[in-house]
């Protein structure tokens, strides 16, 4: 059984930085492409984040261009989202996402999601 597993998060005043991690157990994490996405209250799921399967090709949501890192260690079985110079609007339930798809295959699995909350 595939897993993934958030953790980090937290709340931080704006400016400031977060990091949260993601463990895949159960699989590979090298299988695939691993993303973040967010939702805040009120709001759609939103893709914030992206990561090939070896992390050479990496995409952002504009509106995180600049202050969001996203980086894979695929000998741990992990991913990361390092946030920075983080806004109000950046206050959401961050949900890792883990997607392999080919032809004839698409396994796609989700993390329980963890808070993140911005505010002075």
């Known amino acids: 059984q595939v897993q993934l597993v958030e953790s980090g998060g937290g709340s931080v005043q704006p400016g400031g930085s977060l990091s949260v991690s993601c463990t895949v157990s159960?699989?590979?994490?090298?299988?695939?492409?691993m993303n973040w996405y967010r939702q805040a209250p009120g709001k759609e799921r939103e893709l914030v984040a992206s990561i090939t399967t070896l992390g050479f090709g990496t995409n952002f949501a504009d509106s995180v261009k600049g202050r969001f890192t996203i980086s894979r260690d695929n000998v741990k079985n992990t991913v990361y989202l390092q946030m920075n110079s983080l806004k109000p609007e950046d206050t959401a339930v961050y949900y890792c996402?883990?997607?392999?798809?080919?032809?004839?295959?698409?396994?796609?699995?989700w993390g329980q999601g963890t808070q993140v909350t911005v505010s002075s």
């Open positions: 159960g699989s590979t994490v090298s299988r695939y492409t």
């Open positions: 996402n883990a997607r392999a798809v080919s032809m004839t295959t698409k396994l796609e699995y």
